[in-house]
């Protein structure tokens, strides 16, 4: 089993940033300079202050998109949408989302596909004020008593009430025999979360790295559990992936292997201690971290990455969430309808 390490780390800051890299358009007559060259504009939309954007980060500053003729823009995704819903309201070619939130979107009519891998857990962490008195897994308790606990309690959620996300955390909670909750959308943004349990707008929220690790650090929150060490919903089962609307892989599939080549490479980039000090100083200038958290992050986090899609887990994964009724049974997600691996 995956074992927890966000417990043992500090934090960062978390600053919202909208980028234009070495390797991005950010406007029409560059997108137009770049397809004259032969050169393919891709935009990827992504939530601010989130350690999955490394990857991208590292291969456009380092030249991986623009050596595979991938021309890079990244746009903020929308709070307030589900993922696939994201994509198409920004026009964008590329997204991580969650299983969850691609089945969903899927069995909604919203086409799409994983086409490249991202994290292999969902790394997400239960956490309330610094003085709360919820029971902690660091306290002993186990996970069915810290998620009992919230009975009544306003939980902080990352997307809308309904969305794949929600659902997974519903389950859990039934899971634990819990009924009675309110869930309140504070967004994926870290720094409006920690400051709805700063306001004790809601009692507990939910947090993923680098925000996780400001919250540990800065000394803004309590860590309740680590989701993925506990219910069944989030255990053992595939977190988030690289996604594309279907016409995007079908009609531009030497792009999209390109664009996996480069996060595979830059992997390899922030994995090799040589480059320690570039990731760590790439890190944090795109979420606002201090350097010295950033390194943490850096130990911590991404062993979870991989741009593998494995076909056992992900099946595992499907059957899952319909089993669980967080995914419909009709149509029945699968590997092969959900999982496309495009060809360079």
């Not at 995704?77 to 994201?86: H, V």
């Not at 956490?127 to 069915?144: K, N, R, Y």
């Amino acid at each position: 089993m995956h074992q927890p390490r966000h417990f043992r780390v500090r934090a960062a800051s978390a600053a919202v940033l909208t980028l234009c890299l070495a390797a991005t358009a950010c406007g029409g007559q560059e997108a137009d300079r770049s397809a004259d060259a032969g050169t393919e504009h891709v935009r990827v939309m992504m939530f601010p202050s989130q350690a999955y954007r490394l990857p991208v980060v590292i291969a456009a500053q380092e030249g991986m998109f623009e050596e595979r003729g991938i021309e890079l823009e990244i746009v903020e995704q929308p709070t307030n949408l589900q993922g696939m819903q994201g994509l198409e309201a920004t026009e964008s070619d590329v997204g991580q989302v969650s299983v969850t939130t691609l089945v969903q979107g899927w069995q909604a009519g919203n086409e799409g596909v994983f086409f490249c891998g991202g994290i292999d857990v969902i790394q997400t962490t239960l956490m309330a004020a610094p003085d709360s008195d919820l029971p902690s897994i660091e306290d002993g308790a186990t996970w069915q008593e810290v998620l009992q606990a919230l009975e009544g309690k306003k939980i902080g959620i990352q997307t809308p009430v309904g969305s794949g996300v929600q659902l997974l955390f519903a389950e859990a909670l039934a899971e634990a025999g819990v009924e009675d909750v309110t869930y309140v959308n504070v967004g994926a943004g870290s720094t409006t979360a920690l400051a709805a349990l700063e306001n004790n707008s809601v009692d507990v929220i939910q947090i993923n790295p680098t925000g996780t690790q400001y919250a540990l650090d800065a000394g803004s929150g309590k860590p309740l559990v680590y989701l993925p060490d506990g219910p069944r919903a989030y255990r053992d089962l595939y977190g988030s992936g690289w996604v594309a609307p279907t016409e995007f892989v079908e009609e531009r599939p030497e792009t999209a292997a390109a664009f996996c080549d480069a996060v595979d490479e830059a992997l390899g980039f922030i994995r090799d201690g040589a480059n320690t000090q570039t990731t760590v100083s790439a890190l944090a200038a795109d979420t606002g971290v201090s350097p010295q958290v950033a390194e943490l992050v850096l130990e911590q986090v991404y062993d979870d990455f991989s741009t593998e899609l494995d076909e056992e887990t992900l099946t595992r994964t499907f059957d899952t969430y319909v089993e669980l009724g967080i995914a419909e049974a009709d149509p029945r997600p699968t590997f092969d309808s959900l999982v496309v691996v495009p060809q360079g």
